[in-house]
Every structure is written in C-alpha cells, then in structure tokens.
C-alpha cells in the first residue's frame, strides 16, 4: 500500500469514513483500535482499508481546493501555490494540478544513482507548462560532502533533459540538525551557462520519442508493487538510452483525465508497465492496436530486457539518431566545444534526454 501522507492514516486516531460496500459510516480508528491493529497498513480487510485510504484522499483534495481558493481570492489569482508531493508519489498525485510550482523530495534510495526522468517525466505529464523542481531529501543531504558538487551537475542535466529543474541548496537543513551548502564556484558554469543560454533548454521543443509509456493512477493509488512497476520501467528505457513520453491515465474520480486514440496515434509503441491495468483507456488502447500500433505489457520478470523486447516488436532500433529541435539556433563554439563544462551538460542534456549520438 502507498502511505496516505498523513499521520492519522497511519495510526489508531479516531477518523470516520463511509463504506460505500457496505452502505454505512464507520469510526474507523475505533475500529483499529478494539482489534489493536496499531497501524492501518496492517488491517487485514485490505477492502476496508483501500475506501479508507479513499476518503483520505479525496478529503485531503477537497480539503486543498478550498484554502488555496481561499488563498487566491484574498491575494489575487497571480498568488503562486507551491508544495512539496514527495517523490510525486501516487498519493501526492491528485493534488498536483491544484499547484502553481510542483516541488520534491527526491528519496535516498534512488540518490546518487540519479535515474529520476521517470518522475520528472510524469510529473509533467500531469502539470503540463507548470514548473517542476526537484531536491534531495533531508537524508541525502546529511550523507552528501560539499565534494559530491559533480552529483549535481548530473542531478541538473537530467532534471532539465526531463522538463524539470532543479533546486540548489544554500544552508538547506539536513537530518540530524546539520546544514549544506553546495559550493557555488563549482556549479556557477553550469548555471550561468543556463542563464544566459535559455534556448538549450526552455525552446519550444517537440518530442522526437516513438515509444510511450502509459501511467494508470487507478493502478498504482493502492498497490505500491505498481507503483514500483512504473519506476522500474523508466528506469530501464532510460537505462537502454530509449527515449519516451508518459501519458497520465487518471482513475475517473479524483483525478478525471483520460487517454485518446489520438494521443497514442503519435506513438509507434505503447508500454504499460507492471500491473498497470489501463481499464480506462481499453475502448483507445483497442482502436490504436486496431490500427497498427504496438501495445507492450512488461512484466516485472522481464522490465531488464526492455531493449530486446522492443527491438523484437519490429523496426528500426528504438534509439536511433533522435535529435532536439530548438527555437533558436545554439552558438556554434557550445555546440563544439566538448571540454567546456557548461558544454558538456549542454551535451548530456541532449543524450539524456533523446539518446543523440553527439
């Protein structure tokens, strides 16, 4: 199950929510508490337990609505709403359209491999234009040397090779009660690079990837193993140097966005990871099979031979020669000028992002 993301979801707390299966409300903390069931992850009736989690979440997003609709009619509707959606789980996802500027946490667990286009990749997919901008969590930090400044010029390529960005600490808390600063020296090339070159990275730009993964929320709200399906998934396309889009399926009730034929049309292959059902998307996935596209469901045996599998599909390789069009021209001397670092994410942000031999 994926934490409900907040306290009362996980403990013995008086909480009332109405069981629509059986047609009557329940205390459901009472409930845990006379089974001394300490947490709700560990009640048995997982039925029970997923209409719960349910109620939490859809009083949570009605919850939202109301105070930042609140919070825009006192300070105007150019008033920014930000938040934090840790690792832009599926919990945190319903609420992701509410805010202006989309922030996470990016978990130990995935840092310092890196790896994360998957979740900046999503995130967008659901927030569309709206900024979205990662951090290394308050565990990561507290394990990170001001010496590891080369991890954050990774962290920063593939952040924005993925339509993120990245936020860079000053004094930034850690676990333990510590502090770091990241050395300015060692990433102002990078940064006023960006600056001054916004056209690497903020161009209008058109996705060149023939390959689409498709993320069903109703898959992956109650069951972490799907979850965890997505991530392994993109992790391996990234991995194989693939590129991809995510398509957002929401579950049709707290979050109501569908997927058309036409938006898998610009697809030669669609792929649905581990245990991700796509019910609500059948009637267009069924139309796109009709018409000759290519559905993959991967399996989490077999999400480490993405790159055969889709090369067994037929066609070309799946990462062939894929370049970025751009706006505006890049000055010859970056585009040449391999051992500038600045150039060198300039080249990553290519590679990463559409596997371009450079």
């Not at 997923?50 to 609140?70: A, D």
């Not at 009709?290 to 067994?312: C, N």
Request: one cysteine or more; proline letters at 6%; charged letters at 20%.
């Amino acid at each position: 199950m994926w934490p409900a993301g907040c306290n009362c979801a996980m403990t013995t707390g008086a909480s009332t929510c109405r069981v629509t299966s059986r047609g009557s409300s329940l205390d459901y903390g009472r409930y845990l508490a006379t089974r001394g069931i300490k947490s709700a992850y560990d009640d048995p009736n997982r039925e029970l337990l997923q209409e719960y989690l349910r109620f939490m979440y859809s009083s949570r997003l009605s919850y939202l609505k109301t105070l930042i609709g609140q919070a825009k009619e006192e300070g105007g509707s150019n008033l920014a709403i930000a938040g934090n959606a840790y690792q832009f789980g599926p919990s945190y996802q319903p609420i992701l359209p509410l805010l202006d500027i989309v922030f996470s946490e990016l978990p130990e667990a995935t840092l310092p491999e890196g790896k994360q286009a998957g979740l900046y990749l999503l995130a967008k997919a659901i927030v569309g234009p709206k900024p979205v901008v990662g951090f290394p969590d308050i565990f990561t930090l507290a394990k990170l040397s001001p010496q590891d400044y080369g991890l954050w010029r990774h962290w920063l390529a593939e952040a924005l090779s993925a339509g993120g960005t990245l936020m860079l600490p000053y004094k930034a808390f850690t676990m333990g009660g510590g502090t770091f600063t990241l050395p300015a020296a060692e990433i102002a090339p990078y940064t006023r690079f960006l600056r001054t070159h916004p056209e690497v990275y903020t161009a209008e730009v058109k996705s060149l990837a023939r390959v689409a993964v498709l993320y069903d929320l109703s898959s992956t709200l109650f069951n972490w193993d799907a979850w965890q399906g997505y991530l392994s998934l993109t992790k391996a396309l990234q991995e194989n140097h693939i590129p991809y889009d995510v398509l957002f399926l929401g579950d049709g009730e707290l979050v109501t966005r569908g997927v058309s034929r036409e938006d898998l049309q610009r697809y030669s292959a669609v792929l649905l990871p581990s245990l991700h059902k796509g019910l609500a998307a059948e009637e267009s996935l069924s139309a796109y099979a009709a018409s000759g596209g290519k559905i993959l469901r991967v399996e989490s045996g077999t999400v480490g031979q993405i790159g055969s599998l889709l090369q067994a599909m037929g066609g070309k390789s799946w990462s062939e020669d894929r370049r970025l069009t751009v706006s505006r021209r890049v000055p010859l001397r970056y585009a040449l000028g391999r051992d500038h670092p600045p150039c060198q994410l300039r080249l990553r942000l290519f590679a990463a992002r559409l596997s371009a031999p450079i």
